[in-house]
């Protein structure tokens, strides 16, 4: 295993602007999950995809959020119009079939909104 | 929403033992986590535990679950100084769906 990768580490943007990150799972993980970490707490759920359905969002996600995993390998998270109250780590994890209660997770995407 | 609460801090000496506590609300878990999170990396899986047993142990870790109490502990055995880092207690309901953390409790380690 290679691991989950983010991709990029970190992204500084300018309020408005849109911004989207990318996330790899571990291969031959079919579920994939994001969560947003702000400093001092810890990770919130997003959402997250089984295969290509994404199966579950959670209210913190905002219609200026949208999640993709178009072949049920790699996610996109795009951000449309970034608030400076979106700076904050995103983190991607992943899990396999016969083990869905571990999820493994990735270094994260550091976003600041100036 | 289900809530998940740890103390902020702990700060124990080189050689001694740590113990992080955890209380959660939600009665249903199934699933408890101990992540460790390191600066500016992600979240590393320590260890869990099903909510059927009491006891985990894993080397220098020992999971402590208090069902009826909702509580959660983790314990290390001859603290280092690379144990150091923010430890987060995580619960699932739903067999590995979304994970609900707790903020965290920062561990000092001191020489």
């Known amino acids: 295993d290679t691991g989950v990768s983010q991709d990029p580490r970190h992204k500084i943007t300018k309020r408005g602007q849109n911004v989207t990150f990318r996330c790899d799972p571990i291969s031959e993980h079919n579920r994939l999950y994001w969560y947003r970490q702000t400093l001092g707490q810890g990770p919130e759920f997003l959402t997250y995809?089984?295969?290509?359905?994404?199966?579950?969002k959670s209210r913190l996600l905002s219609d200026r959020f949208s999640a993709e995993r178009p072949k049920g390998s790699f996610s996109t998270l795009e951000i449309q119009r970034t608030e400076q109250g979106d700076s904050a780590m995103y983190l991607c994890?992943?899990?396999?079939?016969?083990?869905?209660?571990?999820?493994?997770f990735g270094p994260g995407t550091r976003l600041l909104v100036l | 929403g289900e809530d998940v609460e740890q103390s902020l801090f702990l700060s124990v000496r080189e050689g001694d033992s740590s113990v992080i506590n955890c209380t959660y609300t939600?009665?249903?878990?199934?699933?408890l986590y101990w992540y460790k999170q390191e600066p500016g990396a992600g979240l590393q899986l320590l260890t869990y535990?099903?909510?059927?047993?009491d006891m985990k142990q894993d080397q220098r870790l020992t999971v402590l679950l208090n069902k009826k109490d909702k509580h959660l502990s983790l314990r290390i055995a001859d603290t280092q100084t690379g144990d150091s880092a923010i430890y987060f207690c995580?619960?699932?309901?739903?067999?590995?769906?979304?994970?609900?953390f707790g903020p965290g409790t920062r561990l000092s380690v001191l020489p």
């Open positions: 994890a992943s899990s396999k079939p016969s083990h869905q209660e571990t999820q493994y």
């Open positions: 939600d009665s249903s878990s199934t699933y």
């Open positions: 995580a619960e699932t309901a739903n067999y590995g769906q979304n994970f609900v």
């Open positions: 535990i099903f909510s059927n047993m």
């Open positions: 995809f089984q295969n290509e359905a994404q199966l579950e």
